[in-house]
């Protein structure tokens, strides 16, 4: 990390806020405001106390409450798990208060990229041939088949297709025919099959299963063609014959998902999945907000931003819901933090569980602080509409998808719902990637930046050095350009991307 000797040893961050983050890791009787000086050792990125908070007074950060102090807390005293607790408090909601419209670009005027006008219309900016499994049980089938597809030789002659994946899940069967669990699995596995990063789509099923592939192309009014097709190893003969069929209908599909070429498209047909992961004290510094700043220059140009993770918003909904375009959609984001309050207390489990250990290692408290962190990731424009998990995202603008906390499953029901990019903040240092829809990360701190440089796409940490948000901000938008035009991020480089489909789970495994 750059030498930062030069500069204030901590940010406050509002003047509302009666503690600090510290800059850089602080030695005991390192002067800070006035007459302040810290106590003890307080690490990078955690908190330290501005001014005596006496116990059950409220501990601000970004202005905003992120918990409790449970004892008597001096100034210079460093603030955590053992002087600071969450307690819930009312939040107003002041619907739709700061909701300001947004002067979108004329057409003429907004950003483009190159990418892969679909039959349909929607824009793709990847080309793979996806196989997608209706159960558990051919998992191993359709990895066989993505396996020997691209160890084949096939593809050589294709260079305009970029791969066959496997979409593996743990589910399937053992469970109810209908209800939430089923329907997020029905949605999710469409979702899938129409996201415009997959130019061609397989479909493998044993046969016996619960989710039977029938009925999803009913439901979906799907007919078999170049683009999708299915079977089932059962009606196949085996296993043996079910990959053999399956390296046949690869063949048939490589000449039609070759023969899409990219071409100038504009930059309102990105869907932007807005994701954070590994956080710590400085992913609402640097990385989320500056990813906010992008998104609000993807709004201008009319493309989506989609924000997710419903259990980190939680304790920072209220600052969405200002910005609801209208009383019904705030009032959807209320709705679904309460189904949220009522399934982690029917699991046994609280909204606080969240944030990890590893947040907490980098100076995350609670989920109070952790959500208003991550909530930064959707910038300032309106919030346009609210959707639950794996939805066909329709509304441009800004909009919300009920997802998990946990990466793997919230960026599965964005792409579900129809997102073509992804941007990813990490403090602590994640390893994600994704397929069909590539995955940009961000190093909310230089350190991390620079240790994991072969993961890492942009640092953000050199927000704390002086580079503005607006400044980072538009780097990721013509980051995000670049991509979904057909750089590679440093995930697929790596060869992320077989193994992060995790559909949300819900109810019985009977």
Known sequence: MNDLSGRPPFLRLSDEDNV????????????????????????????????????????????????????????????????????????????????????VLPPEEQATFEGYRRSNGRVGTRNYIGILTS??????????????????????DYPDVDGVVAFTH????????????????????????ANPNLGG???????????QIARLKELYGIEEGDAFRSFTIQDSGGTRRAIEAGIEVVKDMLPAVASAKRETVPASEIKLALQCGGSDGYSGITANPALGVAADILVQNGGTAVLSETPEIYGAEHLLTR???????????????RWWEEYTERNRGEMNNNPSPGNKAGGLTTIL????????????????????????????GFVFMDTPGYDPVSATGQVAGGCNVLCFTTGRGSAYGCKPT????????TQIYERMIEDMDINCGDILEGVSLQEKGREIFDEVLAVASGK???????????????PWQIGAVM
């Open 20 to 103: 600090a983050v510290a800059v850089r890791t602080l030695d005991p009787g390192t002067p800070l405001a006035g007459s302040v000086i810290t106590a003890k050792r307080i690490p990078f990125g955690h908190k330290v106390a501005l001014q005596p908070v006496a116990p059950g007074e409220a501990i601000r950060k970004f202005g905003q409450i992120i918990g409790f102090a449970k004892v008597p807390i001096a100034p210079g005293e460093w603030v955590h798990e053992h002087n600071l607790e969450m307690r819930d408090f009312e939040r107003d909601y002041r619907f739709c208060e700061d909701a300001r419209p947004v002067n």
């Open 135 to 156: 159960v558990n049980c051919s998992a191993s089938v359709a990895r066989f088949i993505a396996e020997a597809a691209n160890r084949s030789g096939l593809l050589d």
């Open 170 to 193: 743990g589910t399937g069967c053992g469970m109810a025919g209908k209800g939430e669990g089923f329907d997020i699995l029905k949605r999710t596995q469409w979702g899938y099959a």
């Open 201 to 211: 789509v397989l479909m493998v099923g044993l046969g016996c299963e619960v989710f």
């Open 323 to 337: 910005r609801a375009i209208d009383r019904a959609v705030g009032e959807k984001l209320v709705e679904r933090i």
């Open 369 to 396: 602080e952790k959500s208003l962190g991550a909530a930064a990731k959707g910038g300032s424009t309106p919030l346009t509409a609210v959707y639950e998990y794996a939805e066909p995202i329709t509304e441009k």
């Open 438 to 445: 590539p995955s940009i990360k961000l190093a909310t701190n």
């Open 488 to 502: 590679r991020s440093k995930s697929e480089l790596l060869g992320y991307g077989d193994n992060e489909f995790v």
